[in-house]
T-cell receptor, first 116, second 110 residues
Framework: DTAVSQTPKYLVTQMGNDKSIKCEQN?????MYWYKQDSKKFLKIMFS???????INETVPNRFSPKSPDKAHLNLHINSLELGDSAVYFC???????????????FGEGSWLTVV | QQPVQSPQAVILREGEDAVINCSSS?????VHWYRQKHGEAPVFLMI?????EQMRHEKISASFNEKKQQSSLYLTASQLSYSGTYFC???????????FGKGTKLTVNP
């Protein structure tokens, strides 16, 4: 019944490894996002897809690659993990992209990534 | 451009009131308020749109002053469950991107 679900919830991995986080939403939304929250709680957008099309791509290292196989799924693959990648990664979705129309963003429970 | 929230932290006793402010140097089209409890996802509280009305969620209300490019969140008769970090997210100048402030940590003690 979870509206936005992401897996895994916790991930501990070594530097240099490649890992993926999966996200699925069952709200019928057109837009999905990846946000990163660092140790200082700063919540920063990384990517946004609307109907499988990339519409927001913030200044994120190329090691991060999102993939949206369909509008209900948005996965995040991270290559060559670094210590600084340790953070909580939130997947989110909204009905549309227009913030001026009041489209609410719904967040998943987060994936705690620790790189050692 | 990241909105600026103030104060950074507030400590209240149950039943007291608090105000959290969110301001931007750019024209705002909407302001979204979220609350995040420790170890959990941010949860939507309310949204204020340009030209819209003041919103309310239980005993929490918010206003949006378009001319001053700022929003305020009013928590009245605070409850223990109000504890958490409050984030404002702003949509600026035609951009569809929602940019969050650094958050205000609210602690409500018995």
């Amino acid at each position: 019944d979870t509206a936005v679900s992401q897996t895994p919830k916790y991930l501990v991995t070594q530097m240099g490894n490649d890992k993926s986080i999966k996200c699925e939403q069952n709200l019928g939304h057109d837009t999905m996002y990846w946000y990163k929250q660092d140790s200082k709680k700063f919540l920063k957008i990384m990517f946004s897809y609307n109907n499988k099309e990339l519409i927001i791509n913030e200044t994120v290292p190329n090691r991060f690659s999102p993939k949206s196989p369909d509008k209900a799924h948005l996965n995040l693959h991270i290559n060559s993990l670094e210590l600084g990648d340790s953070a909580v990664y939130f997947c989110a979705s909204s009905q549309g992209i227009r913030r001026t129309s009041g489209n609410t963003i719904y967040f998943g429970e987060g994936s705690w990534l620790t790189v050692v | 451009q990241q909105p600026v929230q103030s104060p950074q932290a507030v400590i209240l006793r149950e039943g007291e009131d608090a105000v959290i402010n969110c301001s931007s140097s750019k024209a705002l089209y909407s302001v979204h308020w979220y609350r995040q409890k420790h170890g959990e996802a941010p949860v939507f509280l309310m949204i204020l749109l340009k030209g819209g009305e003041q919103m309310r969620h239980e005993k929490i209300s918010a206003s949006f002053n378009e001319k001053k490019q700022q929003s305020s969140l009013y928590l009245t008769a605070s409850q223990l469950s109000y504890s958490g970090t409050y984030f404002c997210g702003t949509a600026q100048g035609g951009s569809e991107k929602l940019v969050f402030g650094k958050g205000t940590k609210l602690t409500v003690n018995p």
